[in-house]
């Protein structure tokens, strides 16, 4: 199983983070994806990586402690779960993503996306998604 990880302090208190995370569709947005959208506990993510067009049915499941967290019901991972969480620190409250899949399921597309293309794709989606925050909590 692969993993990408990031966090980030924003300057700003637990409620309010949690509140701008929680209307899901501008967070979910803020990635830079192509398309994002949100139906219930629905999400349909879709972008264009290079070549290819990923596209990916998530699912909003309940995590203890999580913010938001989603698990991939349809893509080309063999499976995919992000969590988000907050905590409170000194001067603000500190934001963590994690992104943890398992190997792409497409035998042509694989091979082109390895490990070091998802986490940098990967990497620059939670980067946006915390500017984004930041700008709507401070």
């Not at 209307?23 to 290079?50: K, L, S």
């Amino acid at each position: 199983m692969e993993r990408v990880s990031l966090t980030r302090v924003v300057d700003a208190d637990e409620e309010t983070v949690r509140a701008a995370m929680a209307d899901v569709g501008p967070f979910m947005t803020a990635t830079g994806v192509d398309g994002v959208t949100v139906e219930g506990d629905t999400i349909e993510m879709r972008n264009r990586v290079g070549l290819f067009e990923i596209a990916l049915d998530l699912e909003i499941v309940d995590v203890e402690d999580a913010v938001l967290a989603y698990e991939q019901r349809e893509g080309v991972f063999e499976s995919m779960r992000t969590e988000y969480y907050v905590t409170p620190v000194d001067g603000g409250t500190e934001v963590t993503a994690t992104t943890e899949y398992t190997a792409l399921d497409l035998a042509v597309i694989g091979p082109v996306l390895d490990s070091t293309v998802v986490e940098r794709q990967r990497r620059k989606e939670l980067n946006s998604q915390f500017d984004w925050l930041e700008a709507q909590v401070t």
